[in-house]
């Protein structure tokens, strides 16, 4: 059972943008620190972005800085990442991930409880 859905991929232009959205399913966002992660065909995977639990300080990788932005809804239990300037090199799997009270080391080695099961995002022109 998926403890996160992901939604909002798709096939998008160079240079556009997109949103997507990590909603949970049955619990609170509240005291999770929540990753975006992408995977590539033929990659491993790769951290994108972070959110942590307590003072919402954000990582982000540095093929993504300055371009991506992660956001948290509490309100409406979601985490955002907007994409913007996107690359063909971002087309990959996009998965959100979350573990409860997880300080940032959870995010660089990939160490969440809790993971979606991915939307497709295709940057083509």
């Known amino acids: 059972q998926s403890h996160f859905v992901e939604s909002g991929g798709g096939l998008v232009r160079p240079g556009g943008s997109l949103r997507l959205s990590c909603a949970a399913s049955?619990?609170?966002?509240?005291?999770?620190?929540i990753g975006w992660f992408r995977q590539a065909p033929g990659k491993e995977r790769e951290g994108v972005s972070c959110i942590i639990t307590g003072d919402d300080s954000t990582i982000y990788g540095d093929s993504v800085k300055g371009r991506f932005t992660i956001s948290r809804d509490n309100a409406k239990n979601t985490v955002y990442l907007q994409m913007n300037s996107l690359k063909p090199e971002d087309t990959a799997v996009y998965y959100c991930a979350g573990r409860r009270f997880a300080p940032a080391v959870a995010f660089t080695t990939g160490d969440m409880a809790y993971w979606g099961k991915g939307t497709l995002v295709t940057v083509s022109s």
């Open positions: 049955g619990f609170t966002l509240d005291g999770y620190t």
